[in-house]
């Protein structure tokens, strides 16, 4: 039914409309919003209430002249859920300004006779929307009032509406804000990451500045590894550097995120924790996010993000949580390209310094040398002086001795057969023996020198093996690379053999190729079975190994 608007009232909808526009700040403009609508309107007292569907609870984001009973005990009766107009909204039976009956509130404040009502029994309320979206309720009461004409309640209503649209235009608003915050952040901390130049130090070192930047209590870094290795923990301000294995589908979310290499967000609102992670350390938690960690779209970890509060990751944009994930992994990249470019450039500075000291000082030492023996059978035959003899001898022997000691100093900067590296060497020397040689290589530490000599020598040995008895002329070679260990693999698919059977005819070289690994506290494996591939496997942990090597040359 239409109905005359009044002057006043237009006005008044003008400056409502002009006041919500005026600040981005919600509790400002709410409660001046507020005061406006009652001394418009000549209500006595007002109240709005902010609602998450999802959630629990209510916000009494604004108020104006609420009686003693709604303001005893830190306004203990207006946070409560047990309310009409609550009720009926979380219900979605609330659509439009209505009249309510009576207000419970008020009916507890008097049956408990918490204070002075001043009046007031009877509210009406509005839910303020804009569109789709609800945000919560207005409600304006009067002492005495039971009741609300047709007039005022179309008046609430377009009030109401002008609130629900402020609403959404200042969460939007704060929404971008946070978001560009988020994005500064990030900037600041990828700047930190690619000044990193310690890979040991870049998992340690990022978790932490991730957790600092956005105030996530708890960051992992995960690395797939044939299993999951979590690599570094962050959680109640510390970082833990412990390397701990799970099984990959026992992982929960940061299983999900790996397979199926997509973003995985979890809220559940309830204390909970996957028994897999909380054995490895990870916090139970309310609220998760995994986020794959990609190169050239292939999962390579994930960045598993937790938290005890709820929804704290539900808000942040899918491309803003890539995007971090995304900058990680290329920090962890670019920093081991460069530090393959380091080892590469190492490397060939030794081999150089090796190839110098060979063409150079070994020839004119051995050259020194060969003069004296031509000297020494000279004066012997013509019969020189003793003396000079004797020094032609000295001068023959010191020569060796330099010739010797130099030769060692170019094998300790590169072994033979290794100038190149090791897989390469194993390469060329299976080929030496009619084997196709298929190499696969992960990671790029250098080796201590004990450790690629025996896999060196473990190589040729698996190789000779294959070529003599495997019946194949194929070998597949694969050697892994990090900061706690070094394993060489050699597999064929050639006629395999029984372990019990042949044991007796490989004693000779499985002991020597155990003898070597066990001596840098490595372990050597072996594989097989008539008809079956034959895996020979030495894993050296690289700490022992160098701990072994100090202690040996100590005694030297």
Not at 390 to 407: D, F, G, T
Request: charged share 25%.
């Amino acid at each position: 039914m239409s109905r005359e608007i009044r002057s006043n009232e237009l006005m008044a909808l003008k400056e409502i409309a002009e006041m919500l526009n005026t600040s981005n700040e919600m509790d400002l403009i709410l409660n001046d919003v507020l005061v406006k609508l009652l001394d418009v309107t000549g209500f006595s007292t007002g109240w709005i209430f902010l609602l998450d569907d999802d959630t629990p609870g209510n916000e009494c984001a604004a108020s104006h002249n609420l009686p003693e009973a709604l303001t005893v005990g830190n306004y203990a009766l207006m946070c409560g859920e047990d309310c009409w107009c609550v009720e009926r909204y979380r219900e979605r039976q609330l659509h439009q300004a209505v009249n309510i009956i009576e207000c419970r509130r008020i009916n507890y404040a008097v049956a408990h006779q918490i204070g002075s009502t001043e009046g007031i029994s009877h509210h009406a309320t509005v839910p303020l929307t804009a569109g789709k979206d609800r945000f919560g309720l207005l409600n304006v009461a009067q002492a005495g009032k039971d009741h609300f004409n047709e007039e005022e309640l179309a008046l609430l209503q377009a009030v109401a509406f002008q609130i629900g649209t402020a609403i959404k235009r200042i969460r939007l608003y704060q929404a971008q804000e946070k978001n560009a915050m988020l994005y500064a952040k990030l900037g600041d901390v990828i700047q930190t990451l690619n000044a990193i130049q310690n890979g040991d130090q870049l998992p340690l070192q990022a978790v932490k500045l991730i957790g600092e930047a956005f105030n996530w209590p708890h960051v992992s870094f995960f690395v797939y590894e044939r299993d999951l290795s979590l690599r570094a923990h962050y959680t109640n301000g510390r970082v833990n550097k412990d390397w701990r294995s799970l099984e990959l589908h026992k992982a929960g979310p940061v299983s999900t995120a790996f397979h199926e290499n997509r973003l995985v967000i979890e809220s559940n609102g309830a204390l909970e924790s996957c028994h897999s992670l909380a054995a490895i350390g990870i916090p139970p938690y309310v609220s998760a996010a995994a986020i794959p960690l990609r190169i050239r779209n292939r999962t390579i970890g994930v960045l598993f993000v937790s938290s005890p509060s709820s929804k704290q990751f539900d808000e942040l944009h899918e491309d803003f949580m890539y995007s971090l994930g995304d900058h990680f992994t290329l920090s962890m990249e670019n920093l081991r390209v460069y530090e393959q470019r380091r080892e590469l450039a190492r490397m060939e500075e030794r081999n150089r310094m090796a190839r110098d000291l060979h063409d150079s000082v070994i020839q004119k030492v051995f050259s020194l040398s060969f003069l004296a023996k031509g000297a020494e059978t000279v004066l012997s035959g013509s019969g020189g002086a003793p003396v000079v003899k004797e020094s032609l001898q000295e001068i023959q022997q010191l020569a060796q001795e330099a010739l010797k000691e130099m030769r060692g100093l170019i094998w300790q900067l590169h072994p033979p057969g290794l100038e190149n590296g090791l897989l390469p060497a194993l390469k060329q020397y299976g080929q030496g023996m009619n084997l196709d040689i298929y190499a696969q290589v992960d990671g790029v530490k250098e080796l201590p020198r004990a450790v690629e000599e025996a896999l060196w020598r473990i190589g040729q040995e698996a190789l000779n093996n294959v070529r003599k008895h495997a019946g194949t002329s194929e070998a597949y070679v694969r050697l892994v690379k990090t900061d706690l260990s070094a394993s060489l693999e050699i597999m064929d698919k050639g006629r395999g053999f029984s372990m019990e059977r042949k044991k007796s005819d490989l004693t000779m070289g499985m002991m020597s190729m155990r003898e070597r690994a066990e001596s840098l506290n490595g372990q050597l494996t072996i594989q097989s079975g008539k008809g079956k591939p034959t895996i020979v496997k030495a894993e050296i942990p690289i700490t022992a190994a160098e701990e072994i090597c100090s202690e040996n040359e100590g005694l030297v």
